[in-house]
């Protein structure tokens, strides 16, 4: 997992959103964020330099920090493989590609535009996960 400047946020590749509004989780976040194949998860939107939105298990709910009741716009389910169907509030349309960054480590990040993400398209090494395979 790279990080894109120094001090800066760590990256785990690129999303791509497929025409059915779904994205694959990098493995690599799957893991270090404790996705379960099935689990209850929440969408929280992004900053608005960011857009995007972060998601976050179930689990982490009832932890203080997360002003959940403020900030969801949705809730979704995590499917086999680490596949997540995008609900319409995220506002993300098929053919996206959102670059996943580490969080606060209590919400995996997906962003859409801003500083970050432009640092990023100049990395053109950066993996991306699309529903299909596992990376590329």
């Not at 001090?7 to 999303?15: L, M, R, T, Y």
């Not at 992004?46 to 995007?52: I, L």
């Not at 959102?98 to 969080?103: H, P, S, T």
């Amino acid at each position: 997992m790279p990080q894109l400047a120094k001090g800066g946020k760590w990256v785990f590749g690129w999303a791509e959103v497929d025409g059915r509004r779904e994205i694959r989780i990098p493995p690599e976040a799957y893991l270090e964020y404790g996705f379960q194949s099935g689990e209850k998860v929440w969408f929280i939107a992004g900053s608005r330099s960011s857009g995007g939105f972060a998601v976050f298990r179930e689990a982490r709910k009832a932890e203080p920090a997360i002003p959940l009741e403020r900030r969801a716009v949705a809730e979704g389910t995590v499917g086999e493989n680490g596949l997540l169907a995008l609900p319409s509030e995220t506002g993300v349309e098929p053919g996206e590609r959102l670059l996943v960054v580490r969080g606060s480590g209590l919400a995996l990040g997906f962003l859409r535009q801003g500083p970050i993400v432009i640092e990023a398209r100049k990395h053109l090494k950066l993996e991306t996960f699309t529903v299909e395979g596992e990376g590329g």
